[in-house]
């Protein structure tokens, strides 16, 4: 081919690149409804209750989800719709406190997640719907309007919640994965969210798919989680251990962890679905 076509089909190319916003590789799936900004309320007065009531019908006490059954009831597939609409109605600019903008935005991952892998069911894995250039990507195109704008799963994790300066969310946002955190079987409340987030770390680390340490080696042994976000543990690895020490299930674990006397390594993480 001559050059001066070479040139033109990368011209084009790059033209392309720069016009096609990258939110639109995929088919955007809008859940929830938008809200007027008059009708908006405070991330305090959302309720969760119908999510609560929803995870103990059909998440188990290790977090694995009845996605089958779930799908199979148009009453429950029903009730997740009108709680995804509830979610909604917050606003992202009337004041809050941090506990419940916590909880909200926690409640408001996993559920969007669970409507994701709902609408596919049934599949293997979260990484069957996310496409990397073009066709949907469930974390970037199911979209949840909350305020002024939609936003995604990517959104939520990213923009959101790693910006609370709160390193215990990542042991709370599931994936709807085998290698996440267990889905708690219980709505996050702006009285508890403290609570039920020393709760999930203590028991992510009492994993051993999460969690080993080898004292002969003098070696941690630990999920991808903590090497994928590293930054938000700590600045080098000494803060990081020191962040996760009080959660670690031995006290010689505890102590190497407060110590950093221990070398890392790091678990394979394991797509597969987190269901019954």
């Not at 998440?59 to 009453?75: F, I």
């Not at 609408?119 to 990484?127: A, L, V």
């Not at 910006?163 to 994965?177: L, N, Q, T, Y």
């Amino acid at each position: 081919m001559p050059f001066s076509k070479v040139l033109n089909v990368i011209l084009v190319a790059i033209g392309l690149a720069l016009i096609v916003p990258t939110r639109v590789a995929g088919q955007a799936v809008v859940l929830g409804k938008s809200i007027a900004a008059e009708q908006q309320v405070s991330m305090e007065s959302i309720d969760h209750s119908a999510w609560n009531h929803l995870l103990k019908k059909y998440v188990d006490q290790e977090g694995q989800v009845n996605y089958k059954t779930w799908k199979a009831s148009k009453t429950d597939v029903a009730s997740l719709d009108s709680y995804l609409a509830t979610l909604s109605k917050a606003s992202r600019t009337k004041g809050s406190s941090k506990q419940s903008k916590l909880a909200f935005w926690i409640n408001a991952y996993n559920a969007v997640t669970i409507k994701g892998i709902l609408r596919e069911y049934p599949t293997t894995s979260i990484r069957n719907h996310t496409a990397k250039f073009f066709g949907y990507n469930i974390w970037k195109n199911l979209l949840l309007p909350v305020g002024a704008a939609p936003v995604s799963l990517d959104d939520i994790e990213h923009q959101i919640l790693r910006k609370m300066g709160e390193p215990r969310i990542h042991f709370a946002i599931v994936c709807a994965s085998k290698g996440c955190p267990s889905l708690l079987n219980q709505a996050y409340t702006k009285e508890k969210v403290d609570q039920q987030l020393d709760e999930n770390a203590r028991n992510f680390f009492a994993n051993t798919n999460n969690f080993r340490y080898d004292v002969s080696s003098q070696r941690f042994y630990l999920s991808s989680i903590l090497s994928w976000f590293a930054e938000d543990f700590g600045k080098d690895q000494a803060s990081q251990l020191k962040t996760i020490a009080k959660f670690l299930p031995t006290l010689e674990a505890t102590k190497a962890a407060t110590n950093n006397s221990v070398s890392l390594s790091f678990l394979d993480y394991d797509w597969n679905l987190n269901q019954q």
